[in-house]
């Protein structure tokens, strides 16, 4: 190992730490420029080493394992936590309420304390960074509940952008869905997500923000999710998503004298090693230009956007009803006593 290290299968310490979920690389940076992190034994002070995976790599004197293959899924955040792993207030955050079973996860961007809906979470930082790029093209939908009036020739204009404090905020599409008593219901769609985006442009609009609901990422949705729960995105789908990069990475991992990727197999398939049909909310399409495939629930609605929308497509979520399934033997038995 060495810093010079040309072997293809060899990374950036950064890098590595990203893809095993202990920060994003900018945090793995700064988590190495605190001393924190060794190889080897050695302590470093500098990111400027290449790494292959089989060395012992250590944060804050734990080991860290290899990467898994980059997991995705989907939280209906509440309001009242945070999304850091830390605060110094001591307020609850999102990370303490997760179920024991999941790794360490970060999420894909923020929602601030007073904001609810979905929020995705991976065990990647280098899959969160690429999901958070504006060149990804994924916008995100949110419901507002604000106090005050406004007329939709105001939200028009804000197709054009608009700069707020000094601070210049892209084109956001906004529509306004009703009046209520003192308050406006808005559908708004972003394609930056700036810190507060929503509340400083509402504000220039003279509107204030009482209730803020994300409800679609990209194509996932709160589809299927109640306040609390998370769920996690079939791997085949998320596959389909993240473009031809991610395919090799996404793989699912193989047992001993396996060489398929069945649905049976760990990880593999749209069911997973359950055979439960794919989650609500979690949906695939095909390459860029192509019909889009849905992938629906029990009661027949899909948990997808159209794509370059965003926009979910209303549907109750429910038991629906079961699968059509070949004649069993019990009713070929009743066939036979008649």
Excluded: C
Excluded at 79 to 94: A, C, E, K, L, W
């Amino acid at each position: 190992m060495s810093e010079t290290n040309s072997d293809h299968t060899s990374q950036r310490i950064a890098k590595w730490l990203a893809r095993a979920g202990v920060a994003s690389r900018r945090g793995a940076e700064a988590l190495i420029a605190e001393g924190k992190v060794s190889v080897n034994g050695k302590v470093l002070d500098s990111p400027a080493l290449n790494v292959r995976g089989d060395e012992d790599i250590r944060v804050s004197g734990n080991r860290v394992s290899e990467p898994e293959p980059p997991r995705l899924w989907r939280l209906y955040k509440k309001t009242g936590f945070i999304t850091t792993n830390s605060d110094p207030d001591g307020r609850p955050n999102i990370f303490d309420k997760l179920p024991p079973e999941l790794p360490r996860v970060m999420s894909v961007g923020r929602l601030d304390i007073n904001t609810e809906g979905l929020l995705l979470l991976t065990n990647d930082g280098e899959l969160a960074r690429q999901m958070e790029l504006p060149a990804t093209g994924w916008t995100r939908r949110y419901r507002v509940r604000a106090f005050g009036k406004v007329s939709q020739e105001q939200l028009d204009r804000l197709e054009n952008g608009i700069t707020v404090d000094g601070i210049r905020y892209g084109a956001i599409t906004a529509k306004l869905e009703k009046q209520q008593r003192g308050n406006v219901w808005l559908n708004m769609v972003l394609r930056e997500g700036k810190t507060r985006e929503i509340k400083n442009v509402l504000g220039a609009l003279d509107l204030k923000v009482n209730r803020l609901i994300r409800v679609s990422f990209g194509p996932f949705t709160l589809h299927g999710l109640e306040p609390g729960d998370v769920k996690e995105v079939p791997r085949k789908i998320l596959r389909d998503q993240l473009g031809q990069e991610w395919q090799a990475r996404l793989k699912p991992p193989q047992r001993a004298g396996q060489t398929g990727g069945g649905a049976g197999q760990t990880g593999g398939g749209d069911r997973g090693k359950t055979g439960k049909p794919p989650e609500p909310g979690a949906a695939r399409q095909g390459r860029a230009g192509k019909k889009p495939v849905r992938v629906r629930n029990g009661d027949g609605k899909p948990g997808i956007s159209k794509p370059g929308t965003s926009k979910p497509r209303a549907g109750k979520p429910g038991a629906g009803k079961p699968p059509r399934s070949k004649k069993s033997g019990q009713n070929a038995h009743h066939r036979r006593k008649g």
